[in-house]
């Protein structure tokens, strides 16, 4: 877990942890330099179980990645960011996935987003088979990365590009997709926090993206990660064009379908008990 400027929303990441149905894990929280209270709240919690990595230095999300795969002591290394909430069975699952399947190197797994507020209704688009998330890798692999649970021995092997500042969870698989093989769960097993669609994020992340795609089409000798530099430059457009007659919604909305009255009711009960437990500290 990398926390950057996260006071207003680890309680509730780290307490989500706290409750897994899996017992045997170690948290590793690298704290990025924030210049509000997450160092020192990092770092009130007792349990011998979470391990913090700092230095005081704001240095990005690759770089904090890349330390915490060395740092890693388990095979098997879980992603999640400091503002979201994972369901109680997401690293039983997950675990127990990966254990039956050992040809499998990176694991997903359904996510449904909330706000802020306390809003909940929607669930990202996610392929679940291989064959269908690496069908087209230069058009995207719909690949819910802040649920991605893989093998700590492919982490290392390919790292994060610490250049990027955006589309690094993309530029990884671009780079690890010829020789890896993907799966991901249906099933929701983490709550995705989205407060306000970023114009300035979304650009960072389309230009990062179209970067990657160069060094794939160059390093491949292959003109097909060209469409997807194509279709980017269309969504940019798309998107600049929904920020100026604002309608930024309609942009989350595009990404997202509605979730079923039994998954809602799940997340808001989920939501409400990590928020009261939180309270609690």
């Known amino acids: 877990m990398a926390a950057y400027n996260a006071e207003t929303t680890l309680v509730e990441?780290?307490?989500?942890?706290?409750?897994?149905?899996?017992?045997?894990?170690?948290?590793?929280?690298?704290?990025?330099?924030?210049?509000?209270g997450t160092p020192a709240l990092a770092q009130s919690w007792k349990d011998p179980r979470i391990r913090v990595l700092k230095d005081g230095f704001n240095r990005g999300k690759p770089v904090r990645m890349n330390q915490m795969i060395r740092a890693a002591r388990a095979p098997l290394f879980a992603i999640m960011d400091a503002d979201d909430i994972a369901y109680p069975t997401r690293l039983e699952k997950q675990v127990a996935f990966m254990e039956a399947h050992p040809e499998v190197d990176l694991l997903a797994a359904g996510m449904a987003t909330f706000d802020g507020e306390g809003n909940v209704g929607r669930w990202r688009r996610m392929r679940t088979e291989h064959e269908e998330i690496a069908r087209t890798p230069w058009l995207g692999?719909?690949?819910?990365?802040?649920?991605?649970?893989?093998?700590?021995?492919?982490?290392?092997?390919?790292?994060?590009?610490?250049?990027?500042?955006?589309?690094?969870?993309?530029?990884?698989?671009?780079?690890?997709?010829?020789?890896?093989?993907?799966?991901?769960?249906?099933?929701?097993?983490?709550?995705?926090?989205?407060?306000?669609?970023?114009?300035?994020?979304?650009?960072?992340?389309?230009?990062d993206h179209v970067r990657s795609l160069f060094e794939a089409a160059k390093q491949q000798r292959d003109v097909r990660p060209m469409a997807g530099i194509a279709i980017h430059g269309a969504k940019l457009l798309r998107e600049g064009l929904a920020v100026a007659a604002g309608k930024q919604e309609d942009i989350l909305a595009h990404r997202s379908l509605t979730l079923s009255r039994t998954d809602e009711a799940t997340l808001r009960d989920l939501l409400v008990r990590i928020r009261a437990q939180g309270d609690g500290r």
Do not use: C
């Open 13 to 36: 990441a780290v307490e989500s942890i706290l409750w897994q149905t899996l017992g045997d894990w170690e948290l590793l929280i690298a704290e990025d330099g924030s210049s509000d």
């Open 141 to 207: 692999f719909h690949f819910n990365s802040p649920t991605w649970l893989g093998r700590t021995e492919w982490f290392e092997r390919y790292r994060y590009r610490e250049d990027l500042r955006a589309a690094e969870d993309e530029d990884l698989l671009l780079r690890a997709v010829e020789d890896s093989r993907f799966a991901a769960l249906p099933e929701l097993l983490l709550a995705y926090r989205i407060d306000r669609w970023s114009w300035s994020k979304a650009r960072r992340m389309r230009r």
